[in-house]
C-alpha cells in the first residue's frame, strides 16, 4: 500500500478543487441508488466508526500481540490519518458555503436530468439541500459533487457535519456517477436537528478520475444541511490487534474440529473498520459476504461482470486463512436492472436459462476451485408459491419447476470441486410445513440424481418486541430431527445465516433468551455428524440488516454496536469450552475453566434450568467423543450448564 506523501497529497488536493470549480454540475446521475447494496444500516459517528486503531477504544479489545491483519495483506502502518497531527486538508470548508453553491448540486430523479424540486442553498455557512416533493427514487441525491478523483488501493478521510428538518436516514457515498450506479462506499446514517460530525476512514479499490461524492435522501421531503466537508487521501491505519474475551482463552475459531464457526461480511464496514475485520480474523474460519456477491452488485450490466469488492473481500479471506462461501447464485431479490426489465417482456424459458447459466459461469469461473461451499440456489421453496411448493419469482416462473434441477447440474460442470447447498430460511426443523417441503424437494432431487450435496438451514430467528417468543424461538429437537433425516439421505447441513433478533426494547429476559438461543443451536450443530458449519449473519449491532429489515428489532448479533462481545458470545463460547479444542473430545470437569465461566452478565448461561436433569436434551454426542452420555449428563450437573429445553419432548432420532 502506498503512503502519500505529504507533497501528493497537496497535488491531490488541488487538482480536487481545480477540477470542482472548473466543472459545470454534470448531469445529476445516480437517483437509483436503491438497486445497489445499501442496507447495511451502519451508523457511524466519530465515536463508534473505528475508522483506525481509536475505534478500539472502550470496546474492551485488547492491544496485545496476534492480530488478526489489515484490510490488505500489505498491512503496513503508519501514522493513523489525521491522528494529532496536521489539521486535515479540507477539501470545502464552512467559508466556501457562505455565498458559494457551485460545484455542489442536487438531483431528484424525476425523469428530466434537471433537478426541479430541490433548492440547494449556502445559508450561514452551511450548503442545504430541500426536498420539497417526493422523488420517484428510494434513494435520491439531495446534494452531490462530481469529477472526485480516486485512486485504486488508496484510503480515503471523508467527515462532514450534518443536520435536517427533522430525524431522518441519509445515505452517503462515492461512486460511480453514470448507471449502473456502482457504490465505491455506501453508508447510512441517521441524523437529527442537531449537527452532528460523521468521520470514516475507508479503502478505495477502483481508480476513477471523474466519481462522485453523494448525499442521497429517501423519497420524503426535507432538509439537510452539510458543513465542513473533509474529503482527502490519508495513509494505512493502525491495524488494532485482538485478543479474544472467551474465558477459555480460545476463540471460536479454534473449535473447527466440531464446528466451523463463520460470519457473513458486508462491503462498507470491511472497507472502513480495521477493527471488525480484525474481530472476524480472530474468532471465525469462514466468511460470507453478505451482499457483495449479488447479482445487482456484481453482475451489474448483462455483458459485465464487477468482482472489485469480492475480489478484495476474498483476498483478505485468503490472508488470512478464511473459508469463502460463495452466495448466493441464483436468487430473485437484488437482481440487476437489466434483468428486471428483461424479465417485463418478452424473455422465454431458453433466454432466462441462458442467462442463469452465463451468470453461473461467470461467477462460478472467476472464483473457480477456490470456494468450498456455493449457495446454488436462495429462497425459491414457499408452501404459498405455486402448487404449494415453489415461490413465485423470475426464476421459476418463466424457466418452470426444473429451474433447480438445470441451476445445480450446470453449477456442478462450472466448479466440480465446490459443494453446492441450497439455502433457505424457516426450513430448519422437521414437522414444520415448509421444513418438510423443502426436505421433500431435496429428497426427490438426489432421487433424480441432481447434483446437490448440502442444505444451508439459515437460522433467522427472534423474541417479539412484548417478549414472546413462542413464534420465533425454534424448537431444537425439530432441527436434530430435520439434520438427522439429512444425514440418511446423505446431505450435510450447515447453519448459514444465524441470528436471533430482538423486539425493541432490549430488557434483561429477551437477552437470556438469545444467549440461549445461540447455545442451543451451537450445541445442535456440534451433535450433528452432518452440521459441520455454523454462520452468523453478521458480526455486530454496529453493521446489523436486522434494524432496516424488521422496524421494530434490533440486537441480534454476537458484537454489540462498539464492537464489544455479548452475553450471546459468551454463551457459544461456553458452549465450545465443553470440549478440548485439538480433538473435539469433552474435557474433564475440572479443566472447563470452572462453572459458569464467563459470567455473561446478563446471563450467559444463565437462563440455564440446572434442574431440569435428564432433558440434556437427548443430545448424543457420541459422534464427536469418546465419553460416555452418563458421564457427560453428570458433567452437565456439576458444571451447571445444562441448557432448559422449550420443549420437554426430547428422543432424539
Ligand atoms: C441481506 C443483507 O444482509 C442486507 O444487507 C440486504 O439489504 C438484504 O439481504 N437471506 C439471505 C441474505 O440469503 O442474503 C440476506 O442478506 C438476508 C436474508
Known amino acids: 500500500m502506498v503512503v502519500h506523501s505529504s507533497a501528493l497529497r497537496i497535488a491531490t488536493f488541488s487538482s480536487l478543487v481545480s477540477l470542482c470549480f472548473c466543472t459545470a454540475p454534470a448531469r445529476a446521475e445516480g437517483g437509483a ?31 496485545g500481540s496476534g492480530g488478526g491483519g489489515g484490510v490488505t495483506a500489505a498491512g503496513g502502518t503508519s501514522s493513523s ?25 442536487s438531483y431528484a430523479a424525476n425523469a428530466a436530468d434537471s433537478p426541479s424540486d430541490i433548492a440547494l442553498a449556502a445559508t450561514d455557512g452551511q450548503l442545504c439541500g430541500t426536498m420539497m416533493a417526493g422523488g420517484k427514487n428510494v434513494w435520491d441525491v439531495i446534494i452531490g459533487l462530481s469529477d472526485v478523483p480516486l485512486a485504486a488501493n488508496q484510503y480515503y478521510h471523508v467527515s462532514f457535519s450534518v443536520l435536517a428538518d427533522a430525524p431522518r436516514t441519509i445515505k452517503f457515498k462515492t461512486g460511480l456517477g453514470v448507471a449502473p450506479y456502482t457504490d465505491y462506499f455506501i453508508e447510512s446514517i441517521p441524523i437529527t436537528a442537531t449537527a452532528q460530525t460523521i468521520d470514516y476512514t475507508y479503502l478505495n479499490l477502483r481508480t476513477d478520475p471523474t466519481a462522485q461524492l453523494q448525499f442521497q435522501i429517501g423519497k420524503t421531503p426535507g432538509k439537510v444541511c452539510l458543513d465542513n466537508i473533509v474529503f482527502e487521501p490519508v495513509p494505512v491505519p493502525t491495524t488494532p490487534t485482538y485478543k479474544t474475551s ?28 480495521p477493527l471488525h475485520n480484525a474481530i472476524v480474523a480472530g474468532e471465525f474460519s469462514m466468511i460470507t459476504p453478505a451482499n457483495s456477491m449479488k447479482m445487482n452488485l456484481i453482475h451489474p450490466t448483462q455483458e459485465t461482470f464487477d468482482f472489485t469488492d469480492t475480489d478484495a473481500l476474498f483476498g483478505w479471506a485468503q490472508t488470512n486463512g478464511l473459508e469463502f462461501r460463495g452466495h448466493p447464485l441464483i436468487w430473485h431479490t437484488q437482481v440487476p436492472d437489466w434483468l428486471t426489465t428483461l424479465t417485463k417482456g418478452t424473455i ?17 469461473g472467476h472464483y473457480k476451485g477456490k470456494l468450498p461451499y456455493w449457495d446454488v440456489v436462495n429462497e425459491a421453496i414457499d408452501l404459498g408459491g405455486p402448487g404449494g411448493t415453489f415461490r413465485s419469482t423470475i426464476w421459476h416462473d418463466i424457466i418452470g419447476d426444473d429451474f433447480m434441477d438445470l441451476a445445480f447440474t450446470h453449477a456442478r460442470a462450472a466448479d466440480p470441486a465446490a459443494k453446492l447447498f441450497y439455502n433457505d430460511y424457516n426450513s430448519e426443523q422437521k414437522g414444520d410445513g415448509k421444513g418438510d417441503k423443502v426436505f421433500e424437494i431435496i429428497k ?22 412484548t417478549g414472546d417468543s413462542s413464534s420465533g424461538y425454534p424448537n431444537m429437537q425439530a432441527i436434530r430431527d430435520n439434520m438427522a433425516r439429512y444425514a440418511e439421505i446423505n446431505v450435510d447441513v ?33 451433535d450433528a455428524p452432518n452440521c459441520s458449519h455454523f454462520t452468523v449473519w453478521g458480526l455486530s449491532d454496529l453493521d446489523s440488516w436486522v434494524p432496516s429489515t424488521f422496524q421494530d428489532y434490533d440486537y441480534a448479533h454476537l458484537f454489540d454496536s462498539h464492537l464489544a462481545a ?36 446478563s446471563g450467559g448461561a444463565g437462563t440455564v434450568s440446572s434442574a431440569s436433569s435428564g432433558s440434556s436434551g437427548g443430545c448424543s454426542l457420541a459422534t464427536r467423543t469418546s465419553n460416555s452420555a ?24
Open 348 to 364: 422465454d424459458r431458453d433466454q432466462m436459462i441462458a442467462i442463469m447459466y452465463a451468470h453461473i459461469d461467470g461467477l462460478m
Open 494 to 526: 450447515h447453519i448459514t445465516e444465524s441470528d436471533f433478533r430482538i423486539g425493541k426494547p432490549l430488557d434483561e429476559a429477551k437477552q437470556q433468551l438469545q444467549n440461549k438461543f445461540y447455545a442451543e443451536l451451537l450445541q445442535v450443530c456440534i
Open 33 to 63: 441508488g436503491g438497486t445497489n447494496s445499501g442496507g447495511s444500516g451502519g451508523t457511524a459517528t466519530a465515536d463508534t466508526a473505528g475508522t483506525s486503531a481509536g475505534g478500539a477504544a472502550g470496546s474492551g479489545v485488547s492491544t
Open 566 to 601: 455479548k452475553p450471546g458470545y459468551t454463551a457459544m463460547s461456553q458452549v465450545f469450552a465443553k470440549y478440548n479444542p485439538a480433538d473435539g473430545s469433552l474435557l474433564p470437569v475440572s479443566a472447563t475453566g470452572g462453572s459458569g465461566s464467563g459470567g455473561a452478565s
Open 81 to 105: 490519518a489525521g491522528a494529532g497531527g496536521a489539521a486535515p486538508t479540507k477539501l470545502v470548508t464552512n467559508g466556501t458555503f457562505d455565498s458559494v453553491v457551485a460545484p455542489w448540486w
Open 630 to 653: 452418563p458421564w457427560l449428563l453428570t458433567a452437565f450437573a456439576m458444571v451447571g450448564i445444562l441448557w432448559s429445553r422449550r420443549r420437554s419432548s426430547s428422543t432424539r432420532s
Open 444 to 465: 426427490a432431487m438426489k432421487a433424480r440424481g441432481v447434483p446437490i450435496d448440502g442444505v444451508g438451514l439459515q437460522g433467522h430467528f427472534y423474541v417479539e418486541p
Open 246 to 273: 472467551a474465558a477459555s482463552g480460545h476463540p471460536l475459531k479454534d473449535y473447527k474440529v466440531l464446528v466451523k464457526m463463520g460470519t457473513a461480511v458486508d462491503t462498507p464496514i470491511f472497507l472502513s473498520n
